[in-house]
């Protein structure tokens, strides 16, 4: 069993390889995981809308021991992550880290929000910093406004930025 | 105990990961193959793992088994853990991670215990143990280090 403390390094190695096939692969991949997170939060957002994404990272934050500060209104939820173990694992790590690692967040939770009509703007700060801020907006106009604000903006597939 | 770990995370588990972990190993065979999942086992087991890798090599399997009691207990495993003077046999009951993805989806991956196989053989890889896993049931197995003949 490799434990689950030590997904994030696994799935580090499994983002190495499919660089290596692709960029197509990747977002493949991405596409695989989102479809299986979908058991997890897909129900809850098309029945609860933002209270349901504070229920499912609530659940998180605790179950994955995030130092993230979530804030909801009626307009936005917003996670603060302060630092994430996913990335903090991976840089701690005696195997290399994926340079692009960050990339997997948005790459399975945006194609969740297309589904659902929402509108994400993931802003990464940086790929080697273990902190990001994640806004999800009902309104296209307001995420498209919150982009400006943002340091690194992620896409995903079927997303693209810059 | 966990002094001697490279990684002993504490705190809240994530089970769930282990749905994903059951996603990717069938992501991987279906677009290339059992030998490409062999290889990123391999990795895991000898990049990840390195300290373990380096500490059997020089033919000390304490971390390794320190790292099964951590990690074991950490996810609730119904197992024991027998230390011989010949060998060293971990036997696991009732493995959460194979469990809980069977609640997730039913069936587990034919090759979801291959984690488990493949980064032994691979953290034990050149050095003066082996270590066998066998499937002994339905998130059940035996994973023996013993030194090579």
């Known amino acids: 069993m490799i434990p689950s403390d030590h997904y994030t390094r696994f799935y580090n190695e499994v983002f190495k390889f499919l660089e290596t096939q692709g960029d197509d692969v990747l977002e493949a991949y991405f596409l695989a995981i989102s479809h299986n997170q979908e058991k997890h939060i897909l129900e809850l957002i098309q029945s609860k809308g933002l209270e349901g994404m504070e229920e499912y990272w609530t659940h998180i934050k605790i179950e994955e021991n995030c130092d993230m500060d979530i804030d909801r209104n009626e307009d936005r939820l917003e996670l603060r992550m302060n630092v994430c173990p996913s990335l903090s694992k991976v840089m701690d790590n005696d195997a290399e880290p994926m340079g692009r690692y960050c990339d997997h967040c948005a790459g399975w939770i945006g194609p969740i929000f297309d589904k659902t009509g929402y509108h994400l703007v993931y802003d990464v700060i940086s790929r080697t910093e273990p902190r990001c801020v994640m806004r999800v907006f009902k309104d296209e106009a307001k995420a498209k406004a919150a982009e400006r604000d943002v340091q690194l903006l992620m896409g995903w597939p079927g997303h693209k930025v810059g | ?149």
């Open chain 2, 1 to 149: 105990m966990s002094e001697k770990l490279r990684y002993a995370e504490e705190g809240e588990v994530h089970l769930d990961f282990h749905g994903a972990t059951n996603t990717t190993v069938d992501f991987i065979i279906g677009k290339f193959g059992l030998d490409a999942l062999n290889e990123i086992f391999r990795k895991v087991g000898k990049d990840v793992y390195r300290s373990i890798h380096e500490d059997l090599i020089a033919g000390d399997t304490e971390q390794l088994v320190a790292h099964w009691r951590h990690f074991f207990t950490r996810e609730n495993c119904d197992y024991d853990i027998d230390v011989g003077d010949d060998e060293i046999v971990l036997t696991v009951r009732r493995c959460t991670a194979w469990h809980h993805v069977a609640k997730l989806v039913g069936t587990p991956s034919a090759h979801f215990c291959d984690q488990t196989s493949r980064t032994n053989e691979a953290m034990a890889e050149g050095s003066p143990f082996a270590i066998d896993t066998t499937i002994t049931g339905p998130g059940a197995c035996r994973q023996v280090i013993r030194r090579r003949a």
